[in-house]
């Protein structure tokens, strides 16, 4: 069986676990582009595992994090949200409201797919496990 993922890319066999996301910018009603995302695993020590920026489409054109490196623990996707409402001309006040927005979850079943997407405005966000 040939599956692939959101960039095209394919891969053999059954889906693996993995974690991915997407950011709606709902103050605008549209993707949230350009957004930095830095993941870490929290494990006792907080260690980052991975880095991306979304695409026009707000998603990463990959996995966050997918296979061998996605196990079972806890995470924290930040997203840099208040970077990229300044960028969209929006006027914030100094520090804004949200900055970084962090979500901390737990991993039970790193074999499924743990969809993360975060609605986001510069006074609120809301996130949920999609699929």
């Known amino acids: 069986m040939i599956n692939r993922w959101q960039d095209g890319s394919s891969f053999e066999g059954e889906a693996m676990g993995r974690l ?43 996995p966050l994090v997918d296979g061998e490196d996605f196990a079972a623990g806890v995470y924290e996707i930040v997203f840099g949200v208040g970077e990229y409402y300044v960028r969209s001309g929006n006027t914030l006040p100094d520090p804004p409201f949200l900055g970084d927005v962090v979500l901390r979850f737990g991993v039970a079943a790193p074999e499924q797919h743990y ?17």
């Open 20 to 62: 991915t996301t997407h950011v709606l910018d709902t103050a605008h009603g549209k993707p949230g582009a350009g957004i930095a995302i830095t993941v870490y695993r929290v494990d006792g020590e907080r260690r980052r595992v991975a880095t991306a920026t979304t695409n026009a489409d707000g998603r990463c054109d990959n």
């Open 115 to 131: 969809h993360v997407p975060l609605l986001v405005s510069p006074w609120s966000y809301s996130t949920y496990r999609g699929s």
